[in-house]
């Protein structure tokens, strides 16, 4: 019976992921203009909620710890650091999305505030990464795998 729940979870698992990775690959870039439409409009907008986020995170997670669901990294060693960063940047960004949201729904602060934390949100992420790549280089995950 947990044979049968392992094969069900996979084909999910598996028809699910492309559209995970689109997600993860095209997310900054999709929601880096609606953080700037946010302040351009001073209207509230929708970017993907914390719970999205949460999800796109286990699947990635799962991807990495079990070696049947990550068979894609093993042909692309360099997916691993890749989906990494574009993941945490994505994360950054939907920070400043909700900071720049409390500016404009319940004005909470004012607007300099809003973009001040919205770029410290995304500044934090980018030093983040460049602490992590720094101290265990993008070579190093390749070869290891």
Same mark, same amino acid.
């Given at each position: 019976?947990?044979?049968? =729940?392992?094969?069900?979870?996979?084909?999910?698992?598996?028809? =699910?992921?492309?559209?995970?990775?689109?997600?993860?690959? #095209?997310? %900054?870039?999709?929601?880096?203009?609606?953080?700037?439409?946010i302040?351009?409009?001073?209207? %509230?907008?929708?970017?993907?909620?914390?719970?999205?986020?949460?999800?796109?995170?286990?699947?990635?997670?799962?991807?990495?710890?079990?070696?049947?669901?990550? @068979?894609?990294?093993? $042909? =692309?060693?360099?997916?691993? %650091?890749?989906?990494?960063?574009?993941?945490?940047? #994505?994360?950054?960004?939907?920070?400043?999305?909700?900071?720049?949201?409390? @500016?404009?729904?319940?004005?909470?602060?004012?607007?300099?505030?809003?973009i =001040?934390?919205?770029?410290?949100?995304?500044?934090?992420v980018?030093?983040?990464?460049?602490?992590? &790549?720094?101290? &265990?280089?993008?070579?190093?995950?390749v070869? $290891?795998?």
């Amino acid at each position: 019976m947990g044979k049968l =729940f392992a094969i069900i979870g996979a084909i999910a698992y598996y028809l =699910f992921y492309p559209f995970l990775l689109i997600m993860i690959l #095209l997310g %900054p870039i999709m929601e880096f203009p609606v953080l700037l439409e946010i302040y351009e409009l001073e209207t %509230p907008r929708a970017g993907l909620t914390l719970s999205v986020l949460c999800i796109v995170g286990i699947l990635l997670f799962l991807s990495y710890k079990y070696p049947r669901l990550g @068979w894609l990294y093993r $042909k =692309f060693p360099v997916m691993i %650091p890749l989906l990494q960063m574009f993941f945490i940047t #994505l994360t950054g960004i939907e920070l400043g999305i909700f900071f720049a949201n409390l @500016w404009a729904d319940k004005f909470l602060y004012s607007k300099g505030v809003a973009i =001040f934390l919205s770029i410290v949100s995304l500044i934090i992420v980018r030093s983040y990464l460049s602490y992590w &790549y720094s101290k &265990y280089p993008i070579s190093y995950k390749v070869h $290891k795998v």
